[in-house]
């Protein structure tokens, strides 16, 4: 899919983005959504309103996790959709979204896993508070 641009602001954007929605062939809501910079992150369930759609029974619903990516050009804003199927680039996933959706790429979710043991690898251990005595030296 390639990108929407409109005159929306960016917050205006995310909470369209965000909006339970449908159409002639499918209700769909986010459950779970989180920024991260310019990447919008969801857990999206779609339900079919008929048979064959989505590859579901009429009824029965599908949760998928979504890459949204979001950018200002010129003045406009706009996004480009990706699903997990798609392997994005990008890993600042949410962890606990992985157990939201099924599986549809595990080579994806394991970069979503290298990504934060990465940020927990380089995370400081502890804050250093100066004591009373070299505060006074300060």
């Known amino acids: 899919m390639g990108w929407t641009f409109s005159n929306w602001t ?3 954007l995310i909470e ?7 159409t002639d062939t499918a209700n769909y809501e986010t ?4 920024v991260r910079g310019n990447v919008l992150w969801q857990v999206v369930r779609h339900s079919s309103k008929q048979p064959a759609v989505l590859e579901l029974v009429a009824g029965h619903s599908s949760t998928v996790i979504r890459c949204t990516l979001l950018e200002r050009t010129s003045g406009w804003w706009g996004y480009r959709i990706m699903t997990e199927q ?3 680039e990008y890993f600042s ?3 606990r ?16 896993r ?3 043991a990465g940020l927990r690898a380089s995370a400081p251990r502890g ?3 100066p004591t009373t005595q070299q505060a006074a030296y300060a």
Do not use: K
């Open 10 to 12: 960016r917050s205006e």
């Open 16 to 22: 369209l983005l965000t909006e339970p929605g449908e």
């Open 31 to 34: 459950i779970a959504f989180a």
């Open 86 to 88: 798609d392997e994005p």
């Open 93 to 95: 996933c949410p962890l």
């Open 97 to 112: 979204y992985l157990a939201l959706a099924p599986e549809r790429c595990s080579e994806w979710r394991d970069g979503v």
């Open 114 to 116: 290298e990504y934060h």
């Open 127 to 129: 804050r250093a508070f």
